[in-house]
């Protein structure tokens, strides 16, 4: 039975990617932040077959730990600080965990493979964030890195570590630039998922607006569900490398908002959206959407779920969750 360790099992990637595992035989372990983690009956519930390990990406030793307790031949490092609006908060703490912390997990799977004569492959998860001043598009694994958020920049120090672990140890270490990738277990703090709880809260009665910053922005977005399984397969390849996963088009906060409004079967949705500064960012990435030819070529990875479908999907399940508040 191959064992695989997840840090950030709590995530919606982290859920999605511990049941995809699950189902392919592996033994799952899970890296879980404190004893007493508001979500640690979350993945108990989800993925009632995985191991739960406590440990801390800022905490070298108790990786170390966590590495020998797990036994992996896979790691997945999901692990960060996602948000990235508070990123500008706390810079510090976010370079620490997102960026610093990258370089804890690699340093402690190589330790882990060197005392054990073990060959660990390496998953990063990497982020379209990092384009952020974008200089080409669509985004290729090629295109140049100008991260516009403390977030980006902490993604973009644990991408290059990634790469320097695999040239310099040959570590067996690939990272995923993922682009926008949402589902109905995204957290309410990011912006798909306010729009369709919101959007199911008017529909409900129970809200009278949503207050939204930049309404054209535009992102790649695409379905966790989807993207977990290229996780899986850069780690069956031969070789590791670096991957875009995208889907290629590319929609606006107004695209969201007016396909959230229609799959809740609500016309005219302008007059349910108040715009506010204090939602600006400080410095806006306006336009990502990725190439992700060479993961369709090497890899045979295409996603499955398109836009309509998403938010569909996440209206669907704020309408029944709100439903069942309010009963």
Known sequence: MTRALITGITGQDGLYLAELLVS????????????????????RQTVPGVTLLTGDL?????????LAAAQPSEVYNLGAIS??????????????VTGKGVLNVLEATRLYAATTSSEVRFYQASSSEMFGKVQQVPQTEATLLWPRSPYGVAKVFG??????????????????ILFNHESPRRGPEFVTRKVSQAVARIK?????EIVLGNLDAKRDWGFAGDYVEAMWLMLQQPEADDYVIATGKTHSIRD????????????????YVRQDERF?????????????????ERLGWKPRVDFESLVGMMVENDLAEQSALVR
């Open 159 to 176: 991408h290059y570590m990634t790469i320097n672990y695999r040239e310099s140890y040959g570590m067996h270490a690939s990272s995923g």
């Open 58 to 66: 800022t905490d070298v030793s108790s990786l170390v730990r966590v």
């Open 204 to 208: 409900l009665g129970l809200k009278d």
């Open 24 to 43: 392919k035989g592996y033994e799952v372990f899970g890296l879980i932040r404190g004893q007493n983690n508001p979500k640690y009956d979350l993945v």
């Open 280 to 296: 600006m960012r400080p410095a806006e990435v306006d336009l990502l959407v990725g190439d992700a030819s060479k993961a369709r």
């Open 256 to 271: 969201l908002l007016a396909a959230a409004f229609a799959a809740a079967e609500i016309d005219d949705w302008e007059r």
């Open 83 to 96: 948000f990235v609006a508070y990123s500008w908060e706390n810079a510090s703490l976010t370079s620490d």
